[in-house]
């Protein structure tokens, strides 16, 4: 299973390209849609758009795996955010992939096993898992790449479940 991770943004969008297979992690690709602070802002959400357009064509995920918002006491930025999350699902949607949400608070469980973990504990051990020598930069890159792997793993306990349902 291919899983696409994104870290939605509109200064920076992170993304990261995994394939799973059975307990094991075969990193793709990763890496950022950035957009400069001084363009316009519905031209930053048109190159979002297209970056991501050009990514799901490019390496044709099964899933995607998306950060799911959290409003802090920005709203302006809050706002903006929700825009440049749209844009991003929107050709995810065109192609027909499923997605899923989760929380930075789920992503930190899953990954670290404690909801209240410091990035820096969460990125170190995506670069583990992952059989890394750095962790992915920039920041956001790390996040998504997180989010496949959230995925992955969420994938993988509804098997085992079922399986136990049986």
Do not use: W
Not at 4 to 29: C, Q
Not at 52 to 61: D, H
Not at 120 to 127: I, K, T
């Amino acid at each position: 299973m291919r899983i696409m991770g994104i870290d939605p943004g509109y200064a920076i969008v992170g993304y990261g390209f995994l394939d799973y297979n059975g307990n094991s992690f075969s990193v793709v690709n990763f890496g950022a849609v950035t957009t400069p602070a001084d363009m316009p802002f519905e031209r930053r959400l048109l190159a979002i758009y297209d970056d991501i357009r050009t990514l799901l064509q490019c390496y044709k995920p099964d899933v995607v795996s998306i950060e799911k918002l959290f409003f802090n006491t920005n709203q302006k930025t809050g706002i903006d955010v929700a825009q440049a999350r749209g844009v991003t699902l929107l050709p995810i949607i065109q192609a027909g992939v499923p997605f899923y949400e989760y929380t930075p608070l789920q992503v930190k469980s899953s990954i670290t096993g404690y909801g209240r973990a410091e990035k820096q504990q969460v990125q170190e051990l995506v670069r583990t898992i992952l059989h890394l020598k750095e962790v992915p930069k920039p920041d956001d890159t790390a996040d998504a790449v997180a989010l496949a792997i959230t995925h992955a793993y969420s994938v993988n306990t509804r098997r085992i479940m079922a399986q136990a349902d049986r």
